[in-house]
Structure formats: C-alpha cells, structure tokens
C-alpha cells in the first residue's frame, strides 16, 4: 500500500471488520510504553520482576497452548499453489480471506486496536521498510517498540517513500482450532489471528523481515535470510564480517555475541544482528549485510554466565521476559541459569514448581530487549549500507555426518550445502523435538514463495556478486559413541570462527575431501582444550558410508521440488556421489 491516505483508510477498514471500542495512533515515545507497561501490571499480562535486580524488566505469561510458531497454521497465499513451493502451506488468497474475515470478525469488542507503525532497518538506510501492524495486543506492542524502530520515525519514513506492508493481527480466542498466519505476498500483507506468540504476532520479524522480504527480494535482486550477522576483530584490529543460518534454537544468539576465552586473546567478536540479514551487493562488488531489527528475542532456557554472559548483560534492565520461571525474589529464573535451581520457583504458568511435572520455565521461553544493550553491539550496527560479509555459514544441530567444520568448493557448491543442510528440530516450533528435516538455509519456515525459485535465486545472486563471500557449513553439535557433545561448544567456537577467517583471507591450510576442505590439523588452534587426537578425529571424520547414505537422501529431497528444481543442485549432487567414490 502506498501514502498516508491509504494507510488510515486500510485502519479505518479493519476497524470496521474488529469493532474494537477504541482505535489508538503509537508514537513509540518512553511515555506511552510506561503507560503501556502501566496498565498492563494492571490487568496482569505483566507481572513486575524484582525492580531493584531488574529495572524495567517485567514477566508476560502466554496462554499454555500458545508458545510457540505454529508452521501447520502458516500459510503462504498466493494465486497459484505452485508460487508457495512444495514447503509451504497454501490457500488461495481470496478463500483465505473469506475464512479469515469469520475469525476478525467482531474479534476486537472490548478491546483497543492499536496502530503500530514501525521501520525495519535504520532510519538513514535507503534499504529500510515501513510496516503498519494493528494489533489489539498491548503485549504485542511493548515488543515492538524493543524490537523494532516503532512510530513517528516509522511515519516519518513513509512520508517519504510513500509505502508500507499492512499487517493485521488479533489475538481471538487464542484457540489453535481458529490460529491463522497468513502471508499474501504479493500484496505485502500479513494476516495473523488466534496467536499472541513472538514469532506469530511480531509481524516486524518472521512475516514480514523474512517471509515477505524473500520474496520482494527475489524481485528486486537482494536476500533477505534467517542469519546472525557478526564481526570477528583480529589481534590487529582487522574485523572480517560472517553472516551465518542456523535453525530456530540452534544457538544463533549464542554466537552472534560469542566471548572468546582468554586463551583466545586478541580476537573479539562485535554482533550486528541475532536473526535477520537483508543483504545487498554493494558498489564494491561484494555483498552487504544489515539487520532489519532494533531488538533480540533470544531463547532463555541454556542462558547463562558461561554460555552468553553478553545476553544475561543485556537483559538485566528493561526487558521483557516471557514464560520464564520467576523466584520468590521476583527474579527471572530458567533451566540451567544456575547449577541448582532456586528454591521456592513459581513455574512459567504461575504455579509452585513440581519438578517431576516438567521444566520451571518453558523449553521456549524468551527474552525481548533492545540490541542497544548488548554489550558486544558492533559500533557499525546501524550503519545505512550495513557491513560488507566475507563468510556465509551454514549449520545445523546434528549428532552424526556432519564434520565440525568445512569449506564449499565455490559458490554453487555452498548453495547447494545450504540447500540440503539437515537439522534436529527443537522447540521454537510446536512439533516433536530432535527429528532430523533438511531446513534448507534455515529457510525452510520462513521462505514466502516457492523454495525451489529461491535456491534459483541464489544461484543467480552467485552470478552477480563479483566479489563473493565463501561459504562454510558448521556443526559443534556432533556427539560420541557415548552420546556425549564432541565439542565444547560456546566461547570454544571462537577457535572455527578463526580457522574460517584465517581461509577467508588465504591464511590457514586444509584438506580437501568428497564434501568440502576440512582443516589441516595444524590450522585449528586447539591448545588448552581436552581434546585427544581420538576425538579429534571423530570430529572431523566424514565417514564415506554415512555419506553415501546421506547423499542418496538429499537426492530423495532434492526430487521433492519437481520441475522447479535448479538443475545445478541436481549436477552437485551427482558430484558429491562421484567425488564418495
Ligand atoms: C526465532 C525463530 O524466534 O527462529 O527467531 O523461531
Ligand atoms: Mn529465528
């Protein structure tokens, strides 16, 4: 939609469809979040943390059923069913409308329909977006305006360019029977009903930054892609920028703002962006990343001194926490922030803890909080043309195949690793949790038109950047004989993210094998780790018969997308067979 007259006719429209008792205009000030904040202590969507641990810092409890992306209710709504792909939901967009009119219908009585105007990208970007949601969630507000650039500087943004992606959102009964996310991309719009959920309501981030974007990007010759995106600053002072897809709760955050161990001295790693990477090519020839978000929304459960100091750092002031256990203190708690837990924990539904009845916070609990508070924020995070990438890395969470670490032989090869990349499912989305699925670039939820034209996209985007950056697929989640991790993980990655750099600038050695170049043994610097040569080795094995299997297997999934099908993936896969021998 374009202008400002558009934008209050669109409001005055889905105000006549929801009949809330009242329509109130965000300015995205400091005094209309306190009043938020305010009258939301009031009601108890929020619950008010320990103030003097945790300033600004309140606890939001989600509805039991309603905890987590739903991708069985999200749909791509396009003409053809063909322009969703076969990874896709679809519906025809005029009966998805007609379905969803029944649910909006009214859904607002009672309540005020907030209009959110927000930007994604800095206000200086000439790449930024103006989006509008309307939502009749004050939770869902208070989100917004940490985790994007919400209000007057939005509209301020649409004065001059004129455009804006609509997004409608209620929460309904919140009954998954009546749960839709609705994506028509074709029109930039999002409708969202029956969910209060981040990923389901925050149409800033998975709907719009991602879902919508893929798509206007594949149009307009850029990418918009589910990855972190982060500087590694070398003992000279040199920072080499990496953009890197993993799926939901792979530890994205983690490693967007990783501290190295002092047996690392010298290197230091400044995150830009935890989430979202909207690339472009540059007039330099190699291609620039930025982060379309203003905020984190990070997982909790596994957060702690050791394992992201920086988000505990972040998040111990004007935060929001959701379904995260709180202690009789009033302080937030989740599993393994402490060794033990606290005693006395009040669950992440509001009861006494039962430990035999489950984990005190839930395995998708989160937190909300401006990037600005992270103390790793990389002083070029806002920079309008964003920062220039020399690695892209895939990753997955896999307990076998996958080595640590290794480098694609050139760019058709890495979009063919990306495409193919498998990983365990966790618990951001509803669904079994550890189930190996291929996610291809982390995408899989999050690409709002057909996947094969988008591995095409990427593809084409190969032939255009002249300068382009290598790829690399990772995984510090392989596991023993024993069923214990290989790899310590954390901070310890600081040591791959060396090795890639030191490659990326024609510093380190390797060995070239079937699937990529694996490291030398002389090139990772694995001093002061307990790791014996054994371990190592397993690390790093590509056993041939677990390949073959693997490679027989990405054919099966690569024969899923039909006649959209790159054939290059196709040729790559067949030289993966050769190359296993
Ligand atoms: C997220 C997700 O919340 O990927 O970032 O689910
Ligand atoms: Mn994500």
């Known amino acids: 939609?374009?202008?400002?007259?558009?934008?209050?006719?669109?409001?005055?429209?889905?105000?006549?469809?929801?009949?809330?008792?009242?329509?109130?205009?965000?300015?995205?000030s400091q005094a209309e979040y306190d009043q938020l904040v305010a009258e939301m202590l009031r009601d108890g969507t929020f619950i008010e943390l320990n103030q003097r641990t945790h300033p600004g810092a309140y606890l939001h409890r989600s509805h039991p059923s309603d905890v987590a992306r739903t991708e069985d209710l999200t749909f791509i709504c396009t003409p053809e069913r063909e322009q969703a792909g076969v990874t896709n939901n679809w519906m025809e967009p005029g009966e998805a409308k007609t379905m969803a009119r029944g649910l909006f219908k009214d859904a607002m009585r009672g309540r005020t329909m907030y209009v959110v105007p927000y930007l994604m990208g800095t206000p200086a970007s000439p790449f930024a977006k103006v989006g509008v949601e309307l939502t009749d969630s004050p939770y869902v507000v208070a989100n917004m305006r940490l985790m994007t650039r919400m209000g007057q500087v939005a509209l301020d943004h649409l004065q001059k360019t004129g455009e804006f992606a609509p997004g409608l959102h209620s929460l309904g009964d919140l009954d998954p029977k009546r749960r839709f996310i609705l994506h028509f991309p074709h029109e930039r719009l999002v409708w969202s009903v029956g969910s209060g959920y981040g990923g389901n309501a925050l149409l800033g981030k998975k709907c719009l930054a991602l879902r919508l974007a893929s798509w206007m990007a594949h149009e307009e010759g850029w990418m918009a892609e589910h990855m972190l995106i982060l500087g590694l600053e070398d003992p000279r002072g040199e920072v080499t920028y990496v953009a890197a897809a993993f799926p939901s709760a792979c530890g994205k955050t983690n490693l967007a703002m990783l501290i190295a161990p002092l047996s690392q001295a010298g290197y230091r790693v400044w995150t830009v962006g935890d989430?979202?990477?909207?690339?472009?090519?540059?007039?330099?020839?190699r291609l620039w990343a930025m982060n379309p978000e203003a905020g984190m929304f990070g997982v909790a459960p596994g957060t702690n001194d050791a394992t992201n100091h920086n988000a505990l750092a972040m998040t111990t002031h004007?935060?929001?926490?959701?379904?995260?256990?709180m202690t009789p203190e009033g302080e937030p708690w989740w599993e393994k922030l402490t060794a033990t837990p606290p005693a006395g924990l009040i669950d992440w539904q509001g009861h006494p803890w039962d430990p035999s009845a489950g984990p005190a916070a839930h395995p998708n609990a989160r937190f909300t909080a401006s990037a600005a508070q992270c103390p790793s924020i990389s002083p070029h995070w806002e920079d309008p043309q964003g920062v220039p990438i020399s690695a892209i890395l895939f990753g997955g969470r896999r307990a076998h195949v996958a080595p640590l670490v290794y480098q694609a032989f050139s760019w058709q090869h890495g979009v063919f690793v990306g495409a193919t990349m498998a990983s365990e499912t966790t618990a951001a989305a509803t669904g079994d949790v550890g189930i190996v699925r291929r996610d291809p670039m982390a995408m899989r939820p999050f690409c709002g038109y057909n996947m094969a034209d988008y591995f095409g996209h990427w593809l084409e985007m190969g032939q255009r950047i002249p300068n382009p950056p290598q790829i690399f697929h990772v995984n510090w989640f392989r596991k023993g004989p024993d069923g214990s991790f290989l790899w310590p993980g954390y901070g310890e990655n600081i040591r791959v993210l060396r090795w890639i750099l030191d490659r990326v600038h024609g510093r380190a050695t390797a060995i070239s094998t079937a699937i990529g170049a694996i490291p030398s043994p002389e090139s990772l610097d694995l001093t002061g780790l307990d790791l014996n040569p054994a371990k190592v080795n397993a690390l790093l094995e590509i056993d041939a018969a677990e390949w073959q299997t693997e490679a027989n297997d990405i054919g099966t999934f690569l024969n899923t997308f039909g006649s959209h099908l790159p054939p290059e993936l196709r040729a790559e896969q067949a030289a993966l067979i050769q190359r296993l021998g």
């Open 275 to 285: 989430d979202i990477a909207w690339m472009r090519i540059g007039p330099d020839g």
């Open 318 to 325: 004007d935060a929001i926490f959701t379904n995260v256990a």
């Open 1 to 28: 939609m374009a202008g400002t007259q558009d934008l209050e006719r669109w409001v005055n429209e889905c105000a006549e469809m929801t009949r809330p008792d009242r329509v109130r205009w965000c300015d995205g």
